[in-house]
């Protein structure tokens, strides 16, 4: 029986924040660094700031695939049913299906977006879930493998979850 893996967009498999960085640089004329941004500044955001972002369009869709993710898709594709799992608003859902069909992501067809990610991981039965952000690690963890991707925003729960330092060196706890 093929293995079913669930995966996050944003931080995961698209680079969403270094998407809002270039926007901070560009449109806000912010100074400080990619971690500086996503370590401390990003603390500040309000709802209505986070609300403003996360509705950017145009940021679900600038930025392409990096060679890794690419890579790590072909060769988990032959391995897993693959879901894309996300918590993106739906407003950004036509966006985010036609950048999956434009560069061939694989089980394209499985994309959902949710707020409740557990609830959709039980009923898909998701071995295993590759996630970024901790909020989201500490639920999915209780129904399934769970692989942090290390990021500026979630250092201090490293020791508390499997962590890689990338989508490659994640291929060294998925099993069949």
């Not at 944003?10 to 901070?24: K, L, N, R, S, T």
């Not at 603390?43 to 369009?57: V, Y």
């Not at 061939?104 to 898909?124: M, V």
């Amino acid at each position: 029986m093929t293995k079913v893996l669930g995966l996050d967009l944003d931080g995961v498999i698209y680079p969403w924040h270094e998407a809002v960085y270039e926007y901070f640089r560009l449109y806000k004329n912010y100074t400080g660094s990619f971690n500086k941004l996503w370590e401390v500044d990003y603390l500040s955001f309000t709802k209505t700031d986070w609300e403003f972002l996360t509705n950017i369009d145009y940021l679900y869709s600038c930025m392409m695939p990096t060679p890794e993710c690419t890579n790590f898709l072909n060769k988990v594709k032959y391995r897993f049913d693959i879901y894309y799992i996300t918590g993106r608003p739906n407003s950004v859902k036509t966006t985010t299906e036609l950048f999956l069909k434009r560069y061939k992501f694989p089980f394209r067809e499985n994309l959902i977006f949710t707020e409740d990610k557990a609830n959709t991981c039980r009923r898909l039965q998701i071995d295993y879930y590759i996630e970024d952000l901790p909020v989201n690690m500490k639920v999915l963890s209780k129904i399934a493998n769970t692989i942090m991707i290390a990021r500026p925003y979630n250092k201090e729960y490293r020791d508390t979850y499997t962590t890689a330092s990338s989508l490659k060196d994640s291929l060294r706890f998925l099993e069949d």
